[in-house]
């Protein structure tokens, strides 16, 4: 256990300002462009990847007793990478549609994005994560401001009111099923998170008395937030700055959904009989303890303790073991990458679904319902 005193100095706190690299790096592809404007997608998915393997694993855990005032260090980069992010996707539409025009190829400038889609939906969308989950209304906006640049303002919604409460059932649409492929995951998704948030979004009014057009839908701010970004990519950068703006935030929902999909793949909750199912366990979520990643990725892979204190600030999430939760082999990066390989993830992940319901679930021998989402729908 980290005292609270330690937890709180600088040099602890530095290395999940390890995202900050990105920002350079996608400003030195804009302006040398060529092979450079690959540079985004490689360091976040490989170079992060390769500090996992000479790093190993962060298994410390920070006193749960540490203030609010003591994580002024680990806050502040969540805070500061709204504006940065902001400043970086904006500056780059109007470079490659402006004085940039005539250095980047059409190639170059879609790739150029490509990888600015993998650091916000990577780091924008991760941040946006830590912030709906605070009571502080600027977090909760600056998180809004985040998801807006990438149109997936909904998330915020599905996340708070399905996916907590309903992870490891058939109303949760960001479980992955066993054997379903992430190509099959994908477009599915897609359609059903935003189906449900705006469901339980408008059954929140209708409890009380009010009618899903009620102003107090956030889904009409979340849709003035992303009319007000798509607006400003137009007139920064025309139709072609609009269309880049489009490209990227494709790129980053397509990466959030990755992480989605490793997070709980085959892991349900045991239905009880009557719609009801055994509450939320650490064994419902997969976990990694690779060192690099973590600091890339705030603690999000520590996930079970997430799902546990949901408000939780990421310095204080806590780890857990082999013997309490299912752990990845590999940190998230070569896990969402395996991920896009079928065959491979299958091969790599359902012997361990496989072993994980012998452990936890003998006494279940009928496992077609679970893999199919048909038991009923939870109360």
């Not at 690299?21 to 996608?26: F, R």
């Not at 150029?112 to 994560?129: C, E, K, P």
């Not at 509450?279 to 303790?305: C, G, T, Y």
Request: glycine residues 6%; proline residues 7%.
């Amino acid at each position: 256990m980290i005292p609270a005193d330690k937890v709180a100095q600088l040099h602890r706190a530095l290395p999940f300002w390890m995202s900050l690299i990105l920002l350079p790096v996608a400003v030195l592809g804009a302006l040398q462009g060529g092979w450079t404007v690959l540079l985004l997608p490689l360091t976040t998915w490989y170079f992060f990847s390769i500090l996992d393997a000479f790093l190993g694993l962060y298994t410390e855990n920070a006193d749960l007793e540490t203030r609010d005032d003591q994580l002024t260090w680990y806050r502040a980069i969540t805070l500061i990478w709204a504006p940065f992010q902001f400043g970086l996707l904006y500056w780059l539409i109007w470079y490659v549609t402006g004085p940039g025009d005539a250095h980047l190829s059409p190639l170059e400038t879609i790739l150029l994005f490509f990888g600015v889609g993998v650091i916000t939906g990577t780091v924008g969308i991760n941040y946006s994560h830590e912030l709906m989950h605070q009571k502080n209304r600027s977090e909760r906006f600056l998180g809004d401001v985040l998801l807006a640049m990438v149109l997936y303002s909904h998330f915020r919604s599905e996340h708070l009111l399905v996916h907590h409460r309903y992870v490891g059932t058939p109303r949760d649409p960001v479980t992955a099923r066993y054997n379903e492929g992430f190509h099959r995951f994908f477009p599915r998704v897609l359609r059903q998170s935003w189906q449900s948030a705006f469901k339980a979004e408008a059954e929140m009014l209708a409890r009380r008395n009010l009618p899903w057009h009620d102003l107090k839908n956030p889904f009409f701010k979340y849709w003035a937030l992303q009319g007000f970004m798509a607006l400003l990519a137009v007139l920064i950068g025309g139709w072609i700055g609009l269309g880049l703006f489009f490209w990227q935030a494709f790129v980053a929902i397509w990466q959030l959904e990755l992480v989605n999909y490793i997070e709980h793949y085959g892991l349900t909750r045991k239905h009880l009989g009557g719609g009801k199912y055994e509450h939320v366990q650490p064994r419902h979520s997969w976990n990694a303890a690779h060192k690099a990643s973590n600091w890339l990725l705030i603690n999000l892979q520590r996930h079970s303790d997430h799902h546990y204190k949901p408000d939780r600030r990421f310095p204080l999430l806590q780890n857990y073991t082999e013997a309490d939760a299912p752990q990845l082999p590999y940190g998230y990066p070569v896990m969402t990458m395996a991920a896009m390989v079928p065959p491979i993830w299958r091969r790599v992940m359902n012997p361990r679904v496989r072993r994980w319901r012998e452990m936890y679930y003998p006494e279940i021998t009928n496992w077609r319902p679970y893999n199919r989402a048909s038991t009923p729908m939870p109360r």
